[in-house]
Antibody
Framework: EVHLLESGGGFIQPGGSLRLSCAAS????????MTWVRQAPGKGLEWVST????????FSADSVKGRFTISRDNSKNTLFLQMSSLRVDDTAIYYC??????????????WGQGTLVTVSS | SSELTQDPAVSVALGQTVRITCQGD??????ANWYQQKPGQAPILVIS???NRPSGIPDRFSGSSSGTTASLTITGAQAEDEADYYC???????????FGPGTKVTVL
C-alpha cells in the first residue's frame, strides 16, 4: 500500500524559507514522478511542481518559479520542496502525490495528508 | 487558454444521477482525471484517463469526454458522495498540471 507522509510545515514570516519533506513507502519510489500540490484555506487545488523519477526533469508553476525548488533523494525514498522568498499567498496545505508516470505531471494516484504552511507577519 | 472551468455547485437527490462537467481547450488533447475531496481530507482519485476507476472506487462513478468537455457521472448518488470534485488535466505543452476550480456536490 502506498503511503506518503509530509512534514516540515509551520509558521514562517514573509520572505523566509522552509523545506518540506515527503517520506514515501509501499512502491518503488525511483520509478515514479512525484508532485507537490497546494490548497489555500477554503480554496481549490493548485499544482506546484513535479519531478521525474530519476530527478532529471522538473516542472513548476509560474507562481513559484525561481522561489521553490523540488528535489528528491531516491536512496531515502524522500521528496522535498525547498521554499524561499515566501509570501502571504503561499499559505496553504501542501500535499505530496505520486504520479502514474515516470516523468510527467499526468495523474496523481496517491496523496499524502498534507502539511500546513502559514506565512504571516 | 490554459484553464479548466467547472460549475461551482450542483445538487442531487439521494439515489439519482448527477453529471459534473469540466471544460478546457487542453481536453482536446489530454484526458481529464477526477478527484473527490471531503472536508478536512486529502483528495482521492476517482476517475483517471478515458474512464478508469482505481481499486476501491464504486462503479457508480464514471467518466466521459467529448471535444473540450469532460464529465464525471455519479449514477445513484449516495450520502457519502457529498464532496468537492476537481477535474485535472495538462496544459498544451504537457509539462504543467491544471486543476479546475472544483464543484461542490450536495446530496439531498
Amino acid at each position: 500500500e502506498v503511503h506518503l507522509l509530509e512534514s516540515g510545515g509551520g509558521f514562517i514570516q514573509p520572505g523566509g524559507s522552509l523545506r518540506l519533506s515527503c517520506a514515501a513507502s509501499g512502491f518503488t519510489f525511483s520509478n515514479f514522478a512525484m508532485t507537490w500540490v497546494r490548497q489555500a484555506p477554503g480554496k481549490g487545488l493548485e499544482w506546484v511542481s513535479t519531478i521525474s523519477g530519476s530527478g532529471g526533469s522538473r516542472f513548476s508553476a509560474d507562481s513559484v518559479k525561481g522561489r521553490f525548488t523540488i528535489s528528491r533523494d531516491n536512496s531515502k525514498n524522500t521528496l522535498f520542496l525547498q521554499m524561499s522568498s515566501l509570501r502571504v499567498d503561499d499559505t496553504a496545505i501542501y500535499y505530496c502525490a505520486k504520479e502514474i508516470s515516470g516523468t510527467y505531471p499526468v495523474t496523481s494516484d496517491s496523496w499524502g495528508q498534507g502539511t500546513l504552511v502559514t506565512v504571516s507577519s | 487558454s490554459s484553464e479548466l472551468t467547472q460549475d461551482p455547485a450542483v445538487s442531487v437527490a439521494l439515489g439519482q444521477t448527477v453529471r459534473i462537467t469540466c471544460q478546457g481547450d487542453s481536453l482536446r488533447t489530454y484526458h481529464a482525471n477526477w478527484y473527490q475531496q471531503k472536508p478536512g481530507q486529502a483528495p482521492i482519485l476517482v476517475i483517471s484517463g478515458k474512464n478508469n476507476r482505481p481499486s476501491g472506487i464504486p462503479d457508480r462513478f464514471s467518466g466521459s469526454s467529448s471535444g473540450t468537455t469532460a464529465s464525471l457521472t455519479i449514477t445513484g448518488a449516495q450520502a457519502e458522495d457529498e464532496a468537492d470534485y476537481y477535474c485535472n488535466s495538462r496544459d498544451r505543452s504537457g509539462n504543467r498540471k491544471l486543476f479546475g476550480p472544483g464543484t461542490k456536490v450536495t446530496v439531498l
